[in-house]
């Protein structure tokens, strides 16, 4: 091999590896089989989320999660492979990728990672029941307010008991 090949797949091994560093979550799938109609679709939903998918090759994968301090993920890199990387919204992957799988059988998660530690298949599963960002923070909020509307209820019916004290006296 000459050493321009191998200069370039170095680069490529270095933005695989800061991709791994920099990315939120990361889930890793074997999309061998899937329509280009499916292909198409299912990368338009990953990127109208924020994510990045990209099918690269193992031996790249494995150089570049060493690098990157993720051990545990070469069981992963078989076969064709597809890695989704999210920089910020940490369920975005796993939903997109897990709906989508159940219409699309040929659409296979294999693991992946969640905030740099190495996930199972289980754990990507459960991440992807989770509700987005926005319905997290919604039930955040709610949650929030619940005191408050309880105290503004209560001092209501201190409000309303008043007159009727009032009347009777």
Request: proline share 3%.
């Given at each position: 091999?000459?050493?321009?090949?191998i200069a370039?797949?170095?680069k490529v091994v270095?933005s695989?590896?800061?991709?791994f560093?920099?990315a939120?979550?990361?889930?890793i799938?074997?999309?061998?089989?899937?329509?280009?109609?499916?292909?198409?679709?299912?990368?338009?939903q990953l990127?109208?989320?924020?994510?990045?998918?990209?099918?690269?090759?193992n031996?790249i994968?494995?150089?570049a999660?060493?690098?990157?301090?993720?051990e545990?993920?070469?069981?992963?890199f078989?076969?064709?492979?597809a890695?989704a990387?999210?920089?910020?919204?940490?369920?975005?992957?796993?939903?997109?990728?897990?709906?989508f799988a159940?219409t699309?059988?040929?659409?296979?998660?294999k693991?992946?990672?969640?905030?740099?530690?190495?996930?199972?298949?289980?754990?990507?599963n459960?991440?992807?029941?989770?509700?987005d960002?926005?319905?997290?923070?919604?039930?955040?909020?709610?949650?929030?307010?619940?005191p408050v509307?309880?105290?503004a209820?209560?001092?209501?019916?201190?409000?309303d008991?008043?007159?009727a004290?009032?009347?009777?006296?």
């Open positions: 091999m000459s050493e321009a090949v370039q797949k170095a270095e695989v590896t800061e991709q560093k920099n939120a979550s990361a889930v799938v074997d999309s061998r089989g899937l329509t280009v109609a499916q292909d198409t679709d299912l990368r338009k990127r109208e989320a924020g994510v990045e998918l990209h099918v690269i090759k031996t994968l494995r150089r999660a060493d690098k990157a301090g993720c545990g993920l070469d069981d992963t078989v076969g064709p492979t890695v990387f999210s920089n910020e919204d940490v369920v975005a992957p796993a939903r997109i990728l897990a709906k159940e699309a059988d040929a659409l296979e998660i693991g992946g990672l969640i905030e740099g530690k190495v996930a199972t298949l289980d754990q990507i459960d991440l992807s029941k989770l509700p960002r926005n319905g997290l923070l919604s039930m955040l909020l709610s949650v929030l307010q619940a509307r309880n105290v209820y209560a001092v209501k019916a201190v409000a008991a008043k007159p004290e009032e009347a009777e006296a």
